[in-house]
């Protein structure tokens, strides 16, 4: 099921044509392509938002190709959409308004990986995994670990301030950016941050970029912090009879003083998608915790699993708690875990992953609200994600057209419940374009005029991704 384009301004043939013609000659025909194939294999992403043909991709190389393209972009008035990986949940790289897709993916090198100041410098189409292998090849680490960490990419993580299971213990990709090299409409090229942990001059423009979901400007260098690996780490599977015990062993666990670097939950039809990967989980369950915890050899590693267990197992519904014995096993479990979005694909014709935050002290009101909603609406649900940091993904499965008016109100019903229990709209995915209309349930129109504001200082013509984070209505399907 695709979810209709916003409403928005669409650029004059004749600006196109001027447009393109500019790009040729300044950066070689080799990196504008108009060809069919190359325009259609950037008009979507991994979310079910639809746009429209953008009328040509742009294969930037360097900071002064994305320079050149911003600049003959607002020199012509042409939309201009930034796409690293293409992984995004909420749209943000589709090209809603036509116009360019302006590619960074083939700026993917790791420019520096300084030991001693723990930190590195990146180009924006840098692969997450392969950043994860060259640090941790250096006795260092970085944390941020979006499910998506194989093909998704550095630039599109800060643009969305991607998260992923790790968040609980060292938080999300805000955290890790210490600078940014960032190119502006116009062709304007900023620097902001720093290379130090501290540092308080002038305003933080890094942090305002980072999450700015591609609008404001287009990342051409990241400057990352590290910190050193952990010399070990121990998973446990623990299985529960129902998902509101798993919820509250959630809340045992972090009364208990434990921070674990991975708290995840799975419910009963999320387990049918795992059980269809081939993972033999007991029939009993009805609910899964995957929980991981690190640091360095010795004794304190081996004290928080015994608390950890004991939290496991304090509520009596536990069936089972089980370590993984090795790294093989453990890999296993995650690949399972991380493959739960396209395996629950293959349960429904139709899957609408809806990316909520609650308190954690609210877990188990939202599996109460989720149920409520799915027999109201009588759409098929599961849920599984973060529940150490309240981050969950609530899925709505159906297979036919006709079923979607309900969908739509249970998405509606689920927006609204997690606004009431305390909640936000989203934790790791942004707004894009299927959350924008949700947006003033959670902000002020104050608050949002403000960010519009902002919008305008960065992009006074608003040509940069347009259509996202903002309500603007919708066009038909």
Not at 10 to 22: G, Q
Not at 140 to 161: H, Q, R, W
Not at 301 to 320: P, V, Y
Request: net charge negative; hydrophobic share 40%.
């Amino acid at each position: 099921m695709l979810v209709a384009a916003p409403q928005v301004r669409l650029p004059a043939r004749d600006a196109v044509d001027r447009a393109l013609a500019e790009l040729e000659r300044r950066l070689g025909s080799s990196k504008v392509d108009t060809s069919e194939s190359g325009r259609n294999s950037h008009a979507t992403d991994e979310s079910e938002a639809i746009g429209r043909m953008p009328d040509a991709v742009v294969l930037a190389e360097s900071t002064a190709d994305v320079a050149a393209t911003l600049t003959i972009a607002e020199k012509h008035g042409v939309p201009v959409t930034p796409r690293a990986g293409g992984t995004g949940r909420t749209g943000g790289a589709v090209p809603v308004a036509g116009g360019i897709v302006l590619a960074t993916h083939t700026m993917g090198k790791i420019l520096e990986i300084d030991r001693q100041n723990l930190l590195a410098v990146v180009q924006p189409g840098l692969v997450t995994a392969d950043l994860h292998a060259a640090v941790e090849a250096e006795g260092l680490f970085y944390p941020p670990d979006p499910n998506s960490l194989k093909t998704c990419m550095i630039g599109g993580n800060v643009a969305e301030n991607a998260g992923g299971p790790r968040a609980f213990k060292y938080g999300v990709t805000r955290e890790y950016v210490l600078g940014l090299e960032a190119c502006l409409m116009g062709g304007r090229v900023l620097r902001t941050g720093k290379r130090t942990i501290k540092g308080v001059t002038g305003y933080d423009v890094t942090a305002l970029l980072v999450g700015s979901e591609g609008t404001l400007g287009v990342f051409t260098e990241v400057t990352l912090k590290l910190v050193p690996k952990p010399t070990e780490v121990a998973t446990v599977l623990a299985l529960f009879d129902d998902v509101r015990a798993a919820a509250d062993a959630v809340r045992r666990i972090v009364a208990a003083g434990l921070v674990p670097r991975c708290l995840e939950l799975m419910d009963g039809p999320t387990l049918v998608a795992v059980r269809n990967q081939g993972v033999a989980v007991d029939p009993r369950a009805q609910a899964m915790l995957l929980v991981e915890v690190d640091g360095n050899a010795g004794t304190q590693l081996d004290d928080a699993l015994e608390r950890l267990g004991n939290a496991l197992t304090e509520g009596g519904s536990t069936i089972d708690v089980v370590a993984a014995q090795d790294a093989s096993q453990r890999s296993r479990l995650w690949e399972a875990r991380r493959q739960l979005s396209p395996a629950t694909r293959k349960l429904a014709k139709y899957k609408l992953s809806e990316d909520i935050v609650v308190p954690r002290s609210r877990l188990v009101d939202l599996f109460v609200e989720v149920d409520r909603i799915g027999e109201e609406t009588g759409v098929r649900h599961l849920t599984y994600g973060h529940a150490g940091d309240g981050n969950l993904h609530v899925n709505f499965l159906w297979n036919d057209e006709s079923e979607r008016p309900a969908v739509d109100r249970a998405i509606d019903g689920l927006m609204r419940a997690t606004i009431r229990l305390g909640g936000t709209l989203s934790g790791e995915h942004g707004i894009g374009v299927l959350k924008a209309a949700y947006l003033p349930l959670e902000q002020s129109p104050e608050l949002i005029a403000l960010q519009q504001d902002l919008k305008r200082v960065f992009d006074p013509s608003g040509l940069l991704n347009p259509g996202k984070i903002f309500p603007t209505g919708h066009g038909s399907c």
